[in-house]
């Protein structure tokens, strides 16, 4: 009976969140500013980083009990992060219903980075978006991928920005 509750508080948790939560948390203008973020940063590098933003997850995963992870590793492959030339694609995923935030790297970019890393900047998301700061837990987590991929990954003098992958957040 517990876990028949709990399944269906998650489902109502996610059902009741909707597009308009994303807005008032990251409005069009937010999005906008994050978007020449990203540009500005993949001008510095050969990485490309995406940032996807979700209401709540779907009910299939919700009614198998699955977690952030699986949807943010699904988005990964679905918004085609692992598609880069070098294999050092980021995605930065976030699910409001949850409060979650994923991190998923390829693995030309992680073989550089270690879990712990990984981990430790999500953490770092979640203290701003818990004092509400949604924008600077977003802008705080692009500079740090930012100067990971430009420490594995510069662009060479001269090298033409080669923009694999849209640079505007992807909002579900």
Excluded at 109 to 123: C, G, S
């Amino acid at each position: 009976m517990a876990s028949l509750l709990a399944k269906l508080g998650r489902l109502w948790r996610h059902r009741s969140a909707d597009e308009a939560a994303v807005r008032r948390v990251l409005p069009p203008e937010v999005l906008a500013r994050l978007q020449a973020r990203v540009a500005a940063s993949e001008r510095r590098h050969t990485g490309e980083i995406r940032l996807c933003i979700e209401a709540g997850l779907p009910v299939s995963y919700l009614w198998r009990g699955a977690p952030a992870r699986e949807r943010a590793i699904m988005l990964f492959g679905k918004l085609r992060v692992w598609d880069t030339e070098q294999n050092n694609g980021v995605l930065i995923y976030l699910l409001l219903a949850e409060h979650a935030i994923e991190i998923v790297a390829d693995r030309g970019i992680d073989r550089h980075v270690d879990t712990q890393a990984w981990r430790a900047m999500a953490q770092r998301m979640g203290g701003a978006f818990r004092e509400g700061r949604f924008e600077d837990g977003l802008t705080q987590a692009l500079e740090e991928v930012s100067a990971l991929q430009m420490a594995h990954f510069p662009r060479a003098e001269g090298e033409p920005d080669v923009n694999e992958l849209p640079d505007a957040p992807v909002v579900i």
